[in-house]
């Protein structure tokens, strides 16, 4: 049984699909959040070379209208379509697949060892679990279950 937020999260994602394929973009995660009182449904959509702001205005003005004629949400909100952006979390199996490889950050539900931050390249994965190594070779795995946020680390 999903959550009244999966099930917006879920239908969301159908209808919004068939849009971002036509343009050719991904669309990489559906999200519905309040934060500090408003509600936000955000779609976060990617393509080679990166989402421009007018490729989210294509992409939202196009949706908008099925959101009129659906109207499967009953609070207010308001809808937003953006870029993953650096910071993108890894939450499906293509993005696990995409970052093999690539330096991730890992924020734990709770302390393992008095930390809750871990960064490593990311070397494998299924479908419980997430394996990095450190700079020293030490490998680390951790239960999907007990990661808060799993993103790509990126260095300024």
């Known amino acids: 049984m999903l959550t009244k937020r999966e099930d917006i999260e ?3 994602e159908e209808l919004l699909q068939p849009i971002v394929d ?13 934060e500090g009182g408003t509600r936000y449904l955000r779609a976060y959509i990617d393509k080679p070379g990166g989402i421009a702001v007018n490729d989210c205005e294509v992409i939202s003005r196009a949706f908008s209208d099925v959101l009129d004629r659906e109207d499967y949400i009953q609070e207010s909100y308001i809808f937003e379509v953006s870029s993953p952006g650096l910071g993108r979390p890894l939450k499906k199996e293509k993005d696990f697949a995409r970052s093999l490889g ?12 008095h930390e809750k931050e871990f960064t490593g390249r990311l070397t494998a994965y299924d479908s419980h679990s997430v394996t990095i190594e450190d700079e020293d070779g030490e490998a680390a795995v951790f239960e999907k279950a007990d990661i808060a946020l799993i993103r790509l680390a990126f260095d300024f």
């Open 10 to 12: 879920k239908r969301t």
């Open 22 to 34: 036509a343009h050719q973009f991904e669309l990489v995660d559906v999200e519905f959040v309040k």
């Open 102 to 113: 690539k330096d991730v950050e890992i924020r734990l539900y709770r302390p393992r060892d």
